[in-house]
């Protein structure tokens, strides 16, 4: 009888500890790590990649030649960023040498991306509770700009995951100053590192550190209390940038040449002026010269409207509360505002000091998490307020929300793999179409060249001659090509356009309107055109009949 008694109350223990919203975060992880897997081999190199790749053999190189191999200094200008991502990929590629690096590449950023939606449910969770912290997943996981990102955007993705698992450290912590706990510290410091490590933007938490100290303050009694209070957060937060300045200059050799070299690489990218277009509203720009409002543009019409929506719930409840109240009174209210803050603050500076951008909002990733976050706790918000008019009204808008956000998962399932080109109703696929940056890294390539393939298997089905060799033209990337024809002697690639058999291109800027010739393939997306695949033999060799075999 006993026995039976102790087994009722540990099960009614755990029944009582059981979240509903964690259970299905954890399954949601589980989920998106398959679909990694799953689906990582979908998505071309991007058109940095080959050039990050080689930038982390650089590092290597500088690091196994006792310092004597300078030239990481002097490839083109990445000398700028830091190298953790690269080097990262390439140590893994050793282990695995079986294994194509770019498709480690791709696992590598994917998985780094699960971590950053990991550390979106963290924070807003922490903030506002298990079904906030759910709803800010979904917010995030179904978003095309970080989802359709995270397979190839290898400095992007790396560097928010790094910035938003720091800041949940830096909020954990943040809870117990002046005596910050060792793990939140020692956690900060090697996420903080790892965002410097890939870009010198993660600068910017040192910052939101200080302002974490800041808005205690007005918690204390004097000045001499108040000095205390900050001298003690600073001695004890003190590993943690240690810590993070020695990851940094780890993976960033040119950081380490001079004290001040990262805060004059962000001055570096605040001037960078290279022949690079950009594309907003149907304008081309330089991306030294682009409107201020670019960036707020771009965020307005590429994260979903639930996202914005949610956002906007949580940053208008915390002003709001500010202007009310004068002090934000509760530890909710201050995390809320200084998420908003953190969100909200880079785009300010953009807007302010007119900097450079391009290719959308990609260098502004890191905006994407924060935003999420705050879309869960808004949302979790406002379904309190229903639930205090009743269960029935609570449950109805709990429907609304997540019908939102299955309609954007049903959106990127449509768009596969292509969910970064997504743009949300304000614009819409239609109007964004050569109005707006689409497909920048290409990723039309496996299936244009798939689609190609298929087209001559066709022609060529009842040919007994050797199959010949064709020249195809591609608009991206050499690697990006050769990698999916690599299966494939007919596909070769040429550099000289103008004498290709074939033709590849996205639409992104119009490249596909560069080259003339019959289009046999169009890659379409809620029947938008991405890319293209055009034949140019009538055009290349007009005396050869297009159904003739001949070999090269």
């Known amino acids: 009888m006993f026995r039976v008694t102790h087994l009722r109350q540990r099960l009614s223990s755990r029944l009582a500890a059981f979240d509903l919203y964690d259970a299905l975060a954890f399954a ?31 590092i290597f190189a500088y ?43 791709h696992v590598l950023c994917a998985f780094i991306g699960i971590g950053g939606i990991i550390a979106t449910w963290a924070v807003a969770r922490l903030v506002a509770g298990t079904r906030a912290g759910f709803l800010a997943l979904m917010a995030l996981a179904v978003s095309g700009m970080w989802y359709g990102t995270m397979f190839n955007h290898t400095k992007d993705v790396p560097f928010a995951a ?34 410097l490590g890939v870009r010198a933007t993660g600068l910017l938490l040192i910052g939101f550190a200080g302002l974490m100290v800041l808005l205690r303050l007005p918690e204390l009694r004097d000045w001499n209390e108040r000095a ?120 300010l500076c953009q807007v302010i000091g007119h900097g450079p951008a391009f290719t959308g909002m990609r260098h502004f990733i890191f905006v994407v998490p924060p935003l999420a976050a705050l879309a869960g706790i808004g949302f979790d918000m406002l379904l309190a307020q229903f639930e205090a008019k009743g269960r029935l009204i609570g449950a109805t808008a709990l429907a609304g929300v997540a019908g939102a956000f299955i309609a954007n998962a049903v959106t990127l399932y449509e768009l596969h793999p292509y969910e970064y080109v997504f743009f949300n109703p304000l614009v819409g696929m ?36 050797p199959r010949p060799r064709y020249t195809v033209g591609v608009c991206a990337e050499r690697e990006s090509f050769e990698k999916e024809a690599k299966d494939d002697p007919r596909l070769v690639w040429v550099e000289e356009w103008e004498h290709a058999d074939f033709f590849i291109s996205s639409t992104q800027m119009n490249c596909d309107k560069r080259m003339n010739g019959e289009t046999i393939a169009t890659i379409e997306r809620l029947g938008v055109p991405i890319g293209v695949v055009k034949d140019r033999r009538a055009i290349v060799r007009p005396d050869i009949s297009r159904n003739t075999n001949r070999p090269q």
Request: net charge neutral.
């Open 63 to 105: 690091y196994t030649s006792g310092f004597a191999d300078q030239r990481v200094f002097h490839y083109q200008n990445l000398y700028l960023y830091g190298g953790l991502f690269d080097v990262t990929a390439i140590v893994i590629k050793r282990f695995l040498p079986f294994f194509d690096l770019y498709d480690i590449r």
């Open 162 to 195: 790094a910035m938003m698992g720091a800041i949940y450290f830096l909020l954990r912590g943040a809870r117990d100053l002046p005596r910050p706990r060792v793990f939140h510290i020692f956690m900060f410091g090697l996420l903080t590192g790892c965002a």
């Open 28 to 58: 949601a992880f589980a989920a998106l790590a398959v679909l990694v897997c799953l689906t990582f081999n979908d998505y071309a190199i991007s058109n940095d990649e080959s050039v990050q790749h080689k930038y982390g053999k650089l």
């Open 430 to 465: 239609d109007g964004a179409s050569r109005r707006f940056d689409m497909d920048y890294w290409s990723n039309v390539i496996p299936e244009a060249v798939d689609s190609l393939e298929a087209y001559l298997n066709q022609k060529e089905h009842s040919t007994k001659t």
């Open 228 to 347: 205390r209070f900050v001298g003690t957060s600073l001695v004890r937060a003190l590993p943690a940038f240690v810590l993070a300045y020695v990851i940094m200059i780890a993976s960033w050799p040119w950081a380490a040449l001079a004290p001040l070299n990262p805060v004059r690489a962000i001055f570096d990218f605040a001037h960078f002026h290279y022949s690079i277009q950009t594309l907003i509203f149907g304008e081309e720009y330089q991306m030294w010269d682009v409107p201020r409002w670019y960036i707020p543009a771009y965020l307005a019409i590429k994260l979903p409207l639930t996202v914005l929506a949610g956002a906007f719930i949580a940053m208008f409840a915390a002003v709001w509360v500010a202007r009310r109240d004068g002090l934000l009174t509760t530890v909710r209210q201050r995390e809320t505002a200084v998420l908003a803050f953190i969100a909200v603050f880079p785009v």
